[in-house]
């Protein structure tokens, strides 16, 4: 539960989407999540890194899922992040 939730705000965190006239908010893009194109995340975490495919293309299997260099890209890999989450001053 806790690598899931943290994974969740990791990707997601400040990636803002549109509202839209009608009240509802623009439809989740690729560029509403983050990339994290390094070695060690794709290997423990299955391509998880590259999340803005997974949300282009969401049947595509996680083996095949694409980084994009244009869209937004972590600092870190997954677990450099999983500590700046858990101490945001530090």
């Given amino acids: 539960w806790w690598q899931?939730?943290?994974a969740n705000y990791i990707e997601h965190y400040g990636l803002l989407r549109?509202?839209?006239s009608d009240g509802r908010y623009e439809?989740?893009?690729p560029?509403?999540?983050w990339n994290s194109n390094h070695?060690?995340?794709?290997?423990?975490?299955?391509?998880?890194?590259?999340h803005s495919d997974h949300h282009a293309h969401p049947t595509r299997s996680y083996q095949s899922?694409?980084?994009f260099k244009d869209l937004p890209s972590l600092?870190?890999?997954?677990?450099g992040m999983f500590l700046a989450a858990m101490f945001p001053s530090w």
Avoid: A, C, V, W
Avoid at 39 to 50: A, C, D, K, P, Y
């Fill in 4 to 6: 899931l939730t943290s």
């Fill in 18 to 20: 549109e509202k839209m």
């Fill in 27 to 29: 439809r989740q893009q």
């Fill in 31 to 33: 560029h509403h999540s």
């Fill in 39 to 50: 070695i060690m995340s794709n290997l423990i975490l299955f391509h998880l890194q590259r």
């Fill in 65 to 67: 899922l694409r980084d």
């Fill in 75 to 79: 600092p870190s890999g997954y677990p």
